[in-house]
């Protein structure tokens, strides 16, 4: 049974920085691709990045060059969101996400292609 939880959340000005962890168990890593995910108030879920294996990965435009996905590499169950020069528009509760298989350079995107999910953690950027 694949467990995801989130954290790291908080309130930051515009301009500051936070990381996300998403600790996972009951999983093989390597076969799982990993994801965040976020959703504003009135908007759909939408991606924000994904990582197949240990480096290659996948960033929606609008947060390209700011944020990074990454594993842990000490413990690789553990995947990170850092969020730097954050923008209003980034404010959403974000989700990691996991589902079998690689992420697809498209598909990785697509909410409705995994099939575990976190709880969430609110970010707000003022």
């Known amino acids: 049974h694949v467990q995801l939880v989130e954290s790291g959340g908080g309130s930051v000005q515009a301009g500051g920085s936070l990381r996300l962890s998403c600790a996972a168990s009951?999983?093989?890593?390597?076969?799982?691709?990993m994801g965040w995910f976020r959703q504003a108030p009135g908007k759909g879920r939408e991606g924000v990045a994904a990582?197949?294996?240990?480096?290659?990965?996948?960033y929606v435009d609008s947060v390209k060059g700011r944020f990074t996905i990454s594993r842990d590499k000490m413990n690789e169950n553990t995947l990170y969101l850092q969020m730097n020069d954050l923008k209003v528009e980034d404010a959403a509760t974000y989700y990691c996400?996991?589902?079998?298989?690689?992420?697809?350079?498209?598909?990785?995107?697509?909410?409705?292609?995994?099939?575990?999910w976190g709880q969430g953690t609110q970010v707000t950027v003022s």
């Open positions: 990582i197949d294996g240990p480096r290659d990965t996948e």
């Open positions: 009951g999983y093989t890593y390597g076969s799982f691709c």
């Open positions: 996400a996991a589902k079998n298989g690689p992420c697809g350079s498209v598909s990785w995107r697509a909410a409705d292609t995994y099939n575990h």
